[in-house]
């Protein structure tokens, strides 16, 4: 084994995927929710599911939660169940967008006291923080404008600015807050965090545990995604990713389906910005509509660690030296070296010396956990994103 296999070895073991809650239970498109046989019914059925991500690739050891769709009486209680299955509770993700209240925005909108019940529930994720032992309260919002004079977009801004402070205000000692961008859908008009610049903005005012949530699916078309990921770790504010997959808007597919040259892009750029290992937090935020939830999840964990691997491939100093000299060409053939290197190998002895089954596909579907769940768990599936 050569000295930068170790190495990539050594970082790929360090590296941590977190996966989302919502991706194990039944999710659709505003059409059509399709129900699966055996999906979890509760946060605590759904834990059992990230568990089994986590036994077969050993790099998904934190589970993010959303309120109120995995709300329990006991987050204690939670915590403990999942640290039992060799796991952790990791970022609570707030809702301010499945209430009737909240047509026209929350922390934005018209009325303060529908602001107020948006600011409310943002402080009671803070407390659930507190209770599961979370680092991380990650916030979206949906607010925004059909059309043009529906609302004073400066003044959404002045909103949305002392929300976010007196959330900011309210975090513990080593939280963070996450705050996620979104340049359209559902607002078609105005969103009041369309874009990284708007995000970082707030974020800066706001103080150093606030940073920037990248979610890949979140861009125009053509958008260089790899040039924000380097600019926001050059300043310090890349909090974390939402890794999945677009091929025309949102469309949350397994990360690396529809681009993987683009996922290892980025990849590189994290790793050229010394952010592996770090406290970039790197989450899955996808819908499994179609497929079967936790072969995709787990085809997504190793999408990410393959992406990973070849951008610690790359051949740091022949690229500096072909881009000092000019060379278009030869720096350029440096990156597509590492890109088209077969790295499944490299990681199948990697789980092998780690004691796991160099396919953890395979792994997964012989253990039967499809079939033991699709006969317990029947009636009541929970449903998830597009209910």
């Not at 529930?121 to 919002?141: N, P, Q, Y």
């Not at 949530?213 to 979140?218: A, I, K, Q, S």
């Not at 590189?268 to 072969?295: T, W």
């Not at 000299?325 to 092998?352: C, F, H, I, S």
């Amino acid at each position: 084994m050569t000295d930068m296999q170790a190495a990539v070895k050594a970082a790929l073991k360090a590296q941590a995927v977190e996966t989302p809650s919502w991706a194990y239970g039944n999710s659709g498109t505003r059409f059509k929710v399709f129900a699966r046989p055996g999906v979890p019914r509760t946060p605590w059925e759904k834990l059992d599911d990230a568990a089994k991500v986590h036994e077969y690739t050993g790099a998904a050891p934190t589970v993010a939660l959303h309120i109120p769709w995995d709300r329990v009486d006991d987050y204690a209680a939670l915590a403990a169940y999942a640290e039992e299955r060799g796991l952790r509770l990791g970022t609570i993700n707030s809702n301010t967008f499945q209430d009737d209240d909240y047509r026209l925005g929350s922390v934005c909108h018209p009325d303060a006291r529908v602001r107020r019940k948006a600011v409310d529930h943002l402080l009671a994720c803070v407390d659930i923080m507190e209770a599961t032992g979370s680092r991380d309260l990650k916030l979206w919002f949906a607010d925004g404008t059909n059309y043009p004079g529906q609302d004073d977009v400066r003044e959404r801004q002045d909103r949305l600015s002392d929300a976010l402070r007196e959330v900011y205000d309210r975090l513990g000692d080593g939280r963070r807050m996450l705050l996620e961008y979104k340049f359209f859908e559902p607002a078609f008009y105005t969103t009041d965090v369309p874009d990284w610049g708007t995000a970082y903005a707030h974020c800066l005012k706001l103080g150093p545990r606030a940073q920037v949530v990248v979610d890949t699916g979140h861009h125009a078309p053509g958008t260089n995604i790899e040039f924000i990921v380097a600019t926001l770790l050059r300043e310090g504010r890349l909090g974390g990713f939402d890794f999945n997959s677009r091929f025309y808007a949102d469309d949350d597919l397994m990360v690396g389906a529809a681009d993987p040259f683009q996922l290892f892009r980025i990849m590189y750029e994290v790793v050229r910005g010394g952010a592996l290992p770090s406290d970039v937090a790197f989450m899955l935020d996808q819908c499994h509509n179609i497929e079967a939830k936790i072969p995709a999840i787990i085809r997504s964990v190793m999408n990410v660690q393959e992406a990973t691997a070849k951008a610690l491939l790359v051949d740091r100093e022949a690229l500096t030296t072909a881009q000092r000299a000019g060379d278009v060409l030869g720096a350029n053939a440096v990156l597509m070296d590492a890109y088209n290197t077969d790295v499944r190998p490299l990681l199948a002895e990697l789980r092998e010396e780690s004691g796991l089954d160099p396919d953890p596909v395979a792994a997964y579907h012989r253990s039967g956990w499809a079939r033991k769940t699709a006969e317990e768990r029947v009636g009541g599936e929970q449903a998830g994103w597009g209910a």
